[in-house]
């Protein structure tokens, strides 16, 4: 009988391992994001504002838009209205998840002729590393060898102490895949409307002009300049994002979103709670197992 209990122990052993190996992958797995919903008193005129996650856990975010010179203003869209989302098949869809097409989800406009503008976002609590996917779409550009005739963006970030994010934190499990063209995917009803049923292929161009920052401008070197974006994930907390936006002569938009992982990770230790829990019942079927297998050597 003990032989026949301690293999039925370790069976439901072994099944527990498992569950507890497919939660720390489903943890891991693509498509695990929520992205952000932005609002503002005025969605069309939003120099402020309010951003809501889907994970009650992260928390929301605060954010102001400060125009330097030029001309600009900032807005709300929906990303249908906007045209412009990111199917599975890109880089950050793949990571949060698509976020389109949809008439809910929301992205933050900035238009603009010869402008220069900040925009600053605040997180209520600083989001944990690994959590953030920052997405900026629509960098267009009208001359391939000259970033003045381009749309430029500086992005920079700053965790709960003050201290500035590297950039190589800045772009985190991003690395190496940092640009791409949301317009490059298969031309279906999920295609983004803007995209005009066309495959394009152009990107912009990363560069770090400092150790803890982030450039990317618009490049048209490739083909048409729609589709040009570019997305970072940092590897560190992020208590604030900054983000300084340049256009060119001519009117011209890009598009910010945001996305947070939707798993049920304790935001501040990266603890899974159903690991911990399956962990838990792995030694307490262990320590039954060891007791009886005492228990039958003594008698």
């Known amino acids: 009988m003990p032989r026949k209990f301690l293999a039925a122990v370790a069976l439901l052993a072994g099944a527990c391992a498992l569950a507890v190996d497919g939660s720390s992958a489903a943890v891991a797995s693509p498509d695990d994001g ?10 069309l005129n939003a120099p402020s504002g309010r951003i809501a996650f889907g994970n009650t856990a992260v928390g929301g975010a605060s954010f102001t838009f400060v125009l330097n010179s030029g001309s600009s203003t900032a807005s709300i869209d929906t990303v249908a209205s906007a045209g412009e989302w990111f199917t599975a098949q890109t880089p950050p869809g793949s990571r949060a998840g698509a976020n389109g097409p949809s008439s809910a989800e929301k992205v933050l406009t900035l238009s603009g002729a010869a402008a220069n503008a900040t925009t600053t976002i ?10 953030l996917t920052i997405v900026i779409s629509d960098l267009d550009s009208t001359n391939a060898s000259d970033p003045l005739y381009s749309d430029r963006f500086t992005i920079t970030a700053t965790t709960a102490t003050g201290g500035s994010l590297t950039s190589g934190q800045l772009r985190g499990s991003a690395i190496g895949f940092e640009v791409f063209n949301f317009c490059n995917v298969t031309v279906n009803a999920e295609m983004p409307t803007d995209c005009g049923g066309t495959v394009a292929t152009a990107v912009p ?10 450039y990317f401008f618009g490049d048209i ?23 300084v936006w340049s256009s060119y002569a001519v009117l011209s938009d890009v598009r910010i979103a945001l996305a947070v992982k ?33 228990r039958r050597r003594r008698a």
Do not use: C, H, R
């Open 34 to 43: 929520t992205w952000a919903t932005w609002s503002a008193t005025n969605p």
């Open 122 to 131: 605040t997180f209520d609590n600083p989001v944990p590393a690994d959590y």
């Open 205 to 214: 161009v990363m560069q770090t002009p400092s150790a803890t920052s982030i």
């Open 221 to 243: 070197a490739a083909s048409s300049a729609v589709g040009n974006s570019a997305w970072l994930a940092p590897s560190a907390e992020v208590k604030t994002l900054t983000f």
């Open 262 to 294: 939707k798993d049920s990770n304790l935001p501040n230790t990266g603890v899974d709670i159903t690991g911990v829990a399956l962990t838990s019942m792995i030694l307490g079927l262990l320590g039954v197992a060891a007791l009886l297998a005492m």
